[in-house]
């Protein structure tokens, strides 16, 4: 039965990705200005210089200047009449992705992560940097509790030593406890 199931699932998922319209696409992408519908187009439809150019001026306006590059580049790649257009287009989304970095990179915040996923774009000489930087933010979102006590932790280990669980329950035989004051005297 599960096998059934699943059978039919991919044969309905493979006909409708086969099934794609361009014109739906287009309309979702272009007339609706819907960052979803542009990511689906580029996705299914690769063939079509018009709608990348498009999809990248959705993609820019939604401020996600790496989605919007890449389609730019793919428009261009596709032989997109209007270079010179879609070059300054380029250059206008290459300056917005640079402000988002600036974003990226000086805070620590929600923000500044979804600036770093907003530029990151696969290929580009400040991919892993952004990549190392986004991880750092992510860290420092996820667990907002661990640097103070880390820093509480690392406080309290510089001012005195460690104490294992043996040292703190099981003194070692003759040990000989107060020895900063001499030999302990039995006078009661």
């Not at 361009?22 to 689906?40: I, N």
């Not at 992560?113 to 979102?141: F, H, K, M, N, W």
């Not at 280990?157 to 020895?179: C, I, N």
Request: net charge positive.
């Amino acid at each position: 039965m599960r096998t059934a199931w699943a059978v039919l699932l991919l044969a309905s998922l493979a006909g409708a990705q086969g099934s794609a319209d361009p014109d739906a696409m287009r309309k979702g992408c272009v007339r609706d200005a819907q960052v979803p519908a542009c990511r689906q187009a580029l996705r299914l439809v690769r063939d079509d210089a018009e709608l990348a150019s498009a999809a990248g001026d959705v993609l820019m306006q939604a401020r996600r200047p790496a989605e919007a590059i890449s389609a730019y580049r793919r428009a261009l790649a596709l032989g997109f009449a209007g270079q010179e257009s879609l070059d300054a287009r380029i250059a206008g989304t290459e300056a917005q992705r640079q402000a988002m970095l600036s974003i990226c990179q000086s805070r620590e915040d929600e923000l500044a992560r979804r600036a770093c996923d907003a530029v990151l774009l696969p290929g580009s000489a400040d991919e892993p940097r952004v990549l190392a930087r986004r991880a750092r933010i992510q860290e420092g979102l996820s667990r907002p509790a661990s640097r103070p006590l880390q820093a509480l932790l690392q406080s309290a280990q510089s001012r005195e030593p460690a104490v294992t669980l043996e040292s703190a329950q099981f003194p070692a035989p003759r040990e000989q406890r107060f020895s900063n004051t001499g030999p302990a005297s039995h006078s009661h």
